[in-house]
Each structure stands twice: as structure tokens, then as C-alpha cells.
Nanobody
Framework: QVQFVESGGGLVQLGGSLTVSCLAS????????MSWYRQAPGKERELVAY????????YYPDSVKGRFFISRDNSKNTLHLQMNSLKPEDTAVYYC????????????????WGQGTQVTVSS
């Protein structure tokens, strides 16, 4: 079955950096567009980055553009998110999933999520 195992979260100070990773299984990772989402307490889950199957197309919302960088290793079914210049508002649980993009809309490809990895930015 499809599984996502996120790791690498932790406590970091304002302005610091952190890289989180996701090991995916149960589907053809190398053929899939992949994404990172995050969910802060009391807020909806939001997309923070996605990457095309071959890594040639990247997307970031304005809230993280220039600070977050998504990458993938298709040989290891692994997705990464490097986060720089972290702010308290980046505090959230970070999740990965494959992504379906249709025109200007997108949605997670699979209904199940991993346990996520907690990122906490202290001020």
C-alpha cells in the first residue's frame, strides 16, 4: 500500500535552516509529481512546494518562495525540503504526498498521509 514516512523535523531558532525528508513507497515514485504540505495548529493543510517527476518543474507559494527548496532522488524514492530563513509562522507538521495537478488546481494524489514531521521555529 502507499506509505509516506517523513523525518528530519525539530526545533530551530528564528532564521535557522532545516531539511526534512520523505521516504515514499507503494506507487511509482519516479513517475509521480511530488509535494510537501504543512499544517499548523488550528489551520488547514496547505501546499508549500511541489516538484515534477523529473525535477524540472518546481512550484512554491509566495509565503515560502526564495526560502524553501524541494528536491527528489528517484533512485531512493526520497523527497526533500530544504528550509532556510525560518520564521515562527513556518511552525507546523510537514507532510509529503504525490500530487495531481489539473490546470490551475491541484490535490493530493492519495487519501492517506504519513505521520508527518514537526518543525518548530522559536523566536
Amino acid at each position: 500500500q502507499v506509505q509516506f514516512v517523513e523525518s528530519g523535523g525539530g526545533l530551530v531558532q528564528l532564521g535557522g535552516s532545516l531539511t526534512v525528508s520523505c521516504l515514499a513507497s507503494g506507487f511509482t515514485f519516479s513517475d509521480s509529481r511530488m509535494s510537501w504540505y504543512r499544517q499548523a495548529p488550528g489551520k488547514e493543510r496547505e501546499l508549500v512546494a511541489y516538484i515534477s517527476a523529473f525535477g524540472d518543474i518546481l512550484y512554491y507559494p509566495d509565503s515560502v518562495k526564495g526560502r524553501f527548496f524541494i528536491s527528489r532522488d528517484n533512485s531512493k524514492n526520497t523527497l526533500h525540503l530544504q528550509m532556510n530563513s525560518l520564521k515562527p509562522e513556518d511552525t507546523a507538521v510537514y507532510y509529503c504526498n504525490a500530487l495531481i495537478v489539473t490546470g490551475h488546481s491541484y490535490r493530493p494524489a492519495y487519501p492517506g498521509w504519513g505521520q508527518g514531521t514537526q518543525v518548530t521555529v522559536s523566536s
